[in-house]
């Protein structure tokens, strides 16, 4: 066959050439080269080019990532040149040539975190734990910062299960503030239980003194020294906060411990070449009681909760480094908005969802009342599963800020509604205001009732931060239909009254016949006419006192909760003349005219009366 390039190879005569092309080529395909080998150390974290923040290595987190077992994790840390990688490899009985990667020059050998990638399989609590050994870059080396060596301490700090604090000869002021950060994660964290939630269980803290000489003080007793407070009598700053330090690691001494370790041999340069029979004896046998001590102390990481597997150990670790690079330096504050986050956004979810249930628009004193009460459940929820204790209080703030945000559309949303119902309300009694006006008979009872209705029905269903400046669009239009109704009203009803009178006359003389009826029209035609004629004007007669008596008797009449007659006229005065016409028709057929009003019913000159000449 013929591959780019122009090499040709002969599948007969070179099959192994050809498989190991086929090979290569399958995996720069796939773009990635699996690990076979995790009998090794790897890198997980490194730092960065600046040397001041740190990153992942993927070659390492594939090696977690396969376990499906809890995870636990030792990790050393302490001076760099003090002997961690060595210490690694004695604890899993690895020579330097195969474990950890032990330096004899004075520069650092191990850069950010390594992980030895076959863990060490321990039965705990009945439960099948995969135990990883963490090494670290050590501290106070040349050309690192203090933030950088804060953030390698801080990440060790909260992965590990048992935190391994490797420090030569004796315990020093600086070694002590070196634990500023672990006391604060004790503070915002351990013991932090709420609910179901667990930010995550503390690691155990082990000071490992390793030293030349036996005699003096315990190693127990060096802590407890470490943990009393300093006299500080020229009110120095740098002491107070090492003894703030001292006092919190006071409060965690039942979740620490203390040991010492004796110097392997004295020829330390030739540690790597020497077998444990070489070794200083009572080393051997202590280092014996340090891989138990570990064993016995030694839990699953617990994060929320739960044990983490290889792939929710590695996210875990993501979730952290992303938090110790966030600032210029590592703090727990950091650590506490990560774990807060998820709290956080439930707890808005709930206030959400109790404002989401609202029937829109509401009075603004009821909004608040809910928001208030929804607000004062969510920081309820959120101060029983929070993490953290001084800065949680910036997760508090941004929660706050977060339900005044959703409460301001929510206002908004109310503000929306509220005028649409208002408007859809004004609209409404607008138009009722204009079909009072064009009364086919005015009536002012029958104004003032729908005035009334309208003006109820607008009170008790406008709602909402609108209701105020409707009242105000209301009062103004109620006002200026009353006043243009009034007005025309007493034009309106003399002009019917004088209407009615005539159609009364020809009612009273030529339909009903009844000379009373004819007569009282005659009579208040003849007012209404003359009246007017004599006072110049129609509106002196709406000051008179029979006016007043004449509209009385007109509204009772034309309206009342029972009858209205501007709806029934037309029909009532349809049947009225249909039964006129038919008590007419029917009553002269059968009694001939002798059923007619005696005004009108004369025999004396009827039809039959005898003839004359």
């Known amino acids: ?6 090499l040709c190879i002969s599948v007969m005569e070179s099959p192994g050439w050809f498989l190991l092309v086929l ?9 990635s080269f699996s690990i076979e080998n995790f009998h090794q150390a790897f890198p997980i974290v490194e730092p ?7 990153r992942l290595s993927t070659e390492g987190l594939e090696a977690i990532e396969r376990i499906t077992n809890p995870i636990a994790a030792v990790a050393v840390i302490g001076p760099y040149r003090s002997g961690k990688s060595f ?3 004695q604890l899993l009985s690895l020579s330097c040539y195969e474990g950890f990667g032990v330096g004899h020059m004075r520069d650092t050998k191990t850069k950010g975190i390594w992980v030895w990638g076959t863990p060490v399989d321990l039965d705990i609590d009945g439960v099948k734990t995969s135990v990883f050994y963490l090494d670290t870059e050590g501290f106070e080396s040349v050309g690192k910062s203090n933030v950088y060596d804060d953030r390698i301490f801080a990440l060790a700090t909260v992965l590990s299960s048992v935190l391994i604090y490797n420090l030569p000869e004796t315990i020093r002021e600086a070694d002590i503030a070196r634990l500023s950060f672990a006391v604060e994660l004790a503070e915002e964290f351990y013991g932090r239980v709420k609910g179901q939630d667990v930010a995550f269980e503390p690691s155990k803290l082990l000071w490992l003194i390793q030293r030349d000489f036996l005699q003096g003080k315990s190693v127990q007793e060096m802590v407890n020294e470490a943990y009393r407070r300093v006299p500080n009598t020229d009110g120095d700053k740098n002491i107070d906060m090492v003894n703030q330090i001292r006092d919190s690691l006071a409060i965690m001494g039942d979740n620490s411990t203390a040991f010492s370790l004796p110097q392997p041999h004295l020829k330390r340069t030739k540690l790597c070449d020497m077998k444990d029979v070489e070794l200083d004896p009572l080393y051997v046998q202590k280092r014996e009681q340090l891989k138990e001590l570990v064993a016995s102390i030694i839990h699953p990481k617990i994060v929320r909760g739960k044990s983490l597997n290889g792939k929710e150990f590695v996210s875990f670790l993501e979730q952290i480094l992303e938090a110790l690079n966030k600032g210029e330096i590592p703090s727990t504050g950091s650590l506490v908005e990560v774990f807060n986050k998820g709290i956080l956004e439930r707890c808005l979810k709930l206030y959400n969802e109790r404002m989401e249930k609202l029937g829109f628009p509401l009075p603004e004193e009821s909004l608040k009342e809910v928001h208030n009460s929804s607000r004062g459940l969510a920081m309820q929820a959120f101060d029983e599963q929070h993490f953290g204790r001084r800065h949680a209080e910036k997760s508090v703030m941004q929660l706050d800020e977060e339900i005044q945000k959703v409460y301001k559309n929510v206002i908004l949303k109310n503000e929306y509604y509220s005028s649409k119902l208002c408007e859809e309300l004004y609209t409404r009694c607008e138009d009722i205001m204009e079909e009072l006006q064009v009364l086919r008979l005015p009536s002012m009872a029958k104004f003032n009732a729908g005035f009334q209705q309208c003006n109820q029905s607008f009170e008790d269903e406008c709602v909402g931060p609108s209701k105020a400046n409707y009242e105000q669009r209301m009062m103004k239009m109620m006002g200026k239909s009353r006043s243009l109704f009034i007005k025309e009203y007493n034009h309106r009803l003399f002009n019917w009254l004088v209407a009615f009178s005539l159609v009364m006359v020809v009612i009273g003389r030529f339909v009903i016949k009844f000379f009373l009826i004819e007569i009282g029209a005659w009579l208040l035609f003849i007012f209404l006419e003359t009246y007017t004629r004599m006072f110049w004007s129609a509106e002196s007669l709406y000051y008179n006192p029979v006016w007043h008596v004449i509209v009385a008797t007109w509204e009772t009449l034309v309206y009342s909760p ?6 029934w006229a037309i029909p009532l005065g349809i049947m009225l003349s249909f039964l006129v ?4 028709c029917c009553r002269k057929r059968k009694h001939g005219s002798r059923w007619l009003l005696p005004l009108y019913s004369n025999n004396k000159n009827g039809p039959n009366r005898p003839r004359t000449d």
Do not use: E, Q, S
């Not at 029972?562 to 709806?567: E, F, M, N, Q, V």
């Not at 016409?581 to 007419?584: A, G, K």
């Open 87 to 89: 210490l690694l490899n």
């Open 23 to 31: 090979a290569f080529l399958g995996l720069f395909a796939t773009g």
């Open 1 to 6: 066959m013929i591959l780019n390039g122009g």
């Open 562 to 567: 029972i009858l209205d007659l501007d709806r």
């Open 48 to 54: 960065d080019p600046g040397h001041t923040k740190l």
């Open 581 to 584: 016409l038919y008590w007419r």
